[in-house]
């Protein structure tokens, strides 16, 4: 369903020390995915990723089945995005803001 919260990524400028942490918190096991990236396998569904300039916070993702068409909806409500991203073997993502700047991120599922 469009809207919802399907995957979310927490920055740390120390991903052991992050996982860790959670690993505490929460129990939260994960595998790695690329340089520094690490998807949560028995949790929440998301990611602990390296904090760079781009990704200073946690950064939430919003399903939709055509993420074309809910970028053009995000500027014509006054907000921007970012070229979309195809992601393999997954779907494509396209990082926004609103038209009061919060960021957030949309998923559209590979069909």
Avoid at 53 to 58: A, G, I, M, S, Y
Avoid at 76 to 92: C, F, I, N, W
Wanted: charged content about 25%.
């Amino acid at each position: 369903m469009s809207g919802q919260v399907n995957w979310f990524e927490l920055p740390a400028e120390d991903t052991a020390r992050a996982r860790a942490f959670f690993a505490g918190v929460f129990g939260w096991e994960t595998s790695p995915m690329g340089e520094d990236y690490h998807v949560i396998t028995n949790g929440a569904a998301g990611a602990i990723a390296a904090r760079d300039d781009r990704l200073t916070q946690p950064r939430i993702y919003f399903h939709t089945s055509d993420i074309d068409a809910s970028l053009r909806k995000v500027a014509e409500l006054g907000g921007k995005g970012d070229d979309v991203q195809t992601v393999p073997d997954a779907g494509r993502i396209a990082h926004c803001w609103d038209d009061q700047g919060t960021p957030f991120s949309l998923y559209e599922p590979r069909s």
